[in-house]
Nanobody, 115 residues
Framework: QVQLVESGGALVQPGGSLRLSCAAS????????MGWHRQAPGKDRELVAR???????TYADSVKGRFTISRDNVKNTIYLQMNSLKSEDTALYYC?????????WGQGTQVTVSS
């Protein structure tokens, strides 16, 4: 089992930057995949980015070149650096991982991009 706690969400102007953090309750060294999803009002939850313990990353087309996912196996934390934010990035951002056959999710952190 693992608990995930996100932080870093905020209200930011278009073009601005934010860094989200997701702290895990246990060591993540052996956890293969961790990542971020987001859900905007009235829309389905969608994958934003994920990273393996080998450092391989995957991004949604809509965030490529603007977002960067990283992980710190010492701090048991993953990050999502978000640059050049757009209004369409407004959503509740969830950290997730998969252990065995079960997925685990954080409670979410709200990102609002608005002038």
């Amino acid at each position: 089992q693992v608990q995930l706690v996100e932080s870093g969400g905020a209200l930011v102007q278009p073009g601005g930057s934010l860094r989200l953090s997701c702290a895990a309750s246990r060591s993540i060294v052996s956890i293969y995949t961790m990542g971020w999803h987001r859900q905007a009002p009235g829309k389905d939850r969608e994958l934003v980015a994920r990273i393996t313990n080998g450092g391989t990353t995957t991004y949604a087309d809509s965030v490529k070149g603007r977002f960067t996912i990283s992980r710190d196996n010492v701090k048991n934390t993953i990050y999502l650096q978000m640059n050049s934010l757009k209004s369409e990035d407004t959503a509740l951002y969830y950290c997730y991982t998969i252990l065995g056959l079960k997925s685990y999710w954080g409670q979410g952190t709200q990102v609002t991009v608005s002038s």
